[in-house]
């Protein structure tokens, strides 16, 4: 992958940026409360020098979309037993929340959810900035060590590819949470990137 120019960088940031402001208005209107979004750290890498920054020694849950149409690519939404958890606390009603029988049928759909809600703003600001046909296809949900995912990860890395990875924090008057993101993107995002600061 040729690295990228300070330019390049910062316009490939301020893309996916913009895409988690529209994610944490969307979310605020589903969780019938304000969430706003603190400062993402924005990494963009090759399949060799890849790194994991979420930090659990549990099983973490991995929401995983597929975005097609004229740009492919793969997001990989990763949430810890602790985020997971504050999510659950903010958007289900505390019958719910508190119920362990009811919770354990709601946190699968929940997160799906949430992961249509921040991919699809992503890949709409992707899809808009860059004048692409793209879509994100149903999200999968599935549980993994860190290791397991980054794994994972390599394996779906093709010549050529590249990873953006951010970390941003969703923050409430009354929680937060902190995912990690990382999207496996081929080189035609970049391309298309270059083009707009040209």
Same mark, same amino acid.
């Not at 603190?38 to 060799?48: K, L, P, Q, V, Y």
């Given at each position: 992958m040729?690295? %990228?120019?300070i330019e390049e960088t910062k316009a490939a940031k301020e893309i996916i940026s913009q895409g988690l402001?529209?994610? &944490?208005?969307? %979310?605020?209107?589903f969780m019938k409360e304000k969430i706003a979004l603190?400062?993402?750290?924005?990494? =963009?890498?090759?399949?060799?020098n890849i790194t994991l920054k979420v930090n659990s020694v549990e099983e973490l849950f991995v929401l995983v979309t597929e975005m097609k149409g004229e740009m492919?690519?793969?997001?990989? %939404?990763v949430f810890n037993q602790e985020e997971k958890d504050e999510i659950c606390k903010m958007a289900l009603p505390p019958e719910i929340y508190h119920d362990s029988a009811k919770l354990c049928s709601m946190q699968e759909p929940l997160l799906l959810e949430v992961d249509n809600i921040i991919s699809?703003?992503?890949i709409?600001? =992707? &899809?808009n900035q860059l004048k692409k046909k793209i879509y994100g296809d149903v999200p999968r949900l599935t549980l993994m060590s860190k290791d397991s995912l980054k794994k994972m990860i390599l394996q779906q890395m093709e010549p050529n590819n590249f =990873? =953006?990875?951010?970390?941003?924090e969703f923050v409430s008057s009354k929680s937060h949470f902190h995912p990690e993101f990382f999207w496996i993107l081929e080189p035609d995002f970049l391309k298309c990137v270059r083009n707009e600061i040209l």
């Open positions: 040729k690295n %990228l120019t402001i529209k994610a &944490a208005e969307s %979310l605020s209107f603190s400062e993402s750290d924005f990494t =963009i890498s090759n399949n060799e492919r690519g793969t997001c990989f %939404l699809a703003s992503v709409t600001q =992707i &899809a =990873i =953006i990875g951010f970390q941003t």
